[in-house]
Nanobody, 124 residues
């Protein structure tokens, strides 16, 4: 089992920045990749970014490319999501998730473990 705890969400004005953290514990050595997803009220959970734990290779949704950066600190078993130039369209509940297997990291069903989420609200 892998436990994930997100933090860093909050209320920010449009154009501002936030950094989300995802702290992992448990059998973290089994993790292949960690992803960030977000879900706005009444909408599906969408892929935001992912990082492969060992290589650091990253991938992003088109909607956040150039604004968001995913990174990891292996010594702290923590993954970060730096979010810049935030807009109201970024308002959502943000989740981090971990997967043990390779595959399409943009797909929700590929992930084995999920955190509880942290709310990000961007005011216009």
């Amino acid at each position: 089992q892998v436990q994930l705890v997100e933090s860093g969400g909050g209320l920010v004005q449009a154009g501002g920045s936030l950094r989300l953290s995802c702290a992992a514990s448990g059998r973290t050595f089994s993790t292949y990749a960690v992803g960030w997803f977000r879900q706005a009220p009444g909408k599906e959970r969408d892929f935001v970014a992912a990082i492969i734990w060992t290589t650091g290779r990253t991938s992003y949704a088109d909607s956040v490319k150039g604004r968001f950066t995913i990174s990891r600190d292996n010594t702290k078993n923590t993954v970060y999501l730096q979010m810049n130039s935030l807009g109201p369209e970024d308002t959502a509940l943000y989740f981090c998730a971990a997967t043990r297997g390779q595959g399409f990291l943009t797909v929700v069903s590929r992930y084995d473990y999920w955190g509880q989420g942290t709310q990000v609200t961007v005011s216009s």
